[in-house]
Nanobody, 120 residues
């Protein structure tokens, strides 16, 4: 079982910035797509942003221009830089990664989530 470890969540005022990081275990061989999802209270989990191994990115339409995703392939880490944050950005943010599992190919794993709270 691969455990992704998120960090960087917390409380921030509206208009502020926050940076989330996620690290996959050093024992893994490689990752394919990595990304961030979030789940607001009472809502379904939704895609925030994703990034391929080659660096191609995808964002939720409502977040373009405020959030930026990046990754370090050598360290198997993915980061989410969030700017001009809004109370609506409040939620639990989950890291997701497709991890190479040998004969099984790439398997999808989730982190436990990190809470982000944006105060108005």
């Amino acid at each position: 079982q691969v455990q992704l470890v998120e960090s960087g969540g917390g409380l921030v005022q509206a208009g502020g910035s926050l940076r989330l990081s996620c690290a996959a275990p050093g024992s893994i061989v490689s990752t394919s797509d990595m990304g961030w999802y979030r789940q607001a209270p009472g809502k379904q989990r939704e895609l925030v942003a994703s990034i391929t191994y080659g660096g191609s990115t995808k964002y939720a339409d409502s977040l373009k221009g405020r959030f930026s995703i990046s990754r370090d392939n050598d360290k198997n880490t993915v980061n989410l830089q969030m700017h001009r944050m809004e109370p609506e950005d409040t939620g639990v943010y989950y890291c997701n990664a497709a991890v190479w599992a040998g004969v099984l190919g790439f398997m999808n794993y989730w982190g436990k989530g990190t809470l982000v709270t944006v105060s108005s």
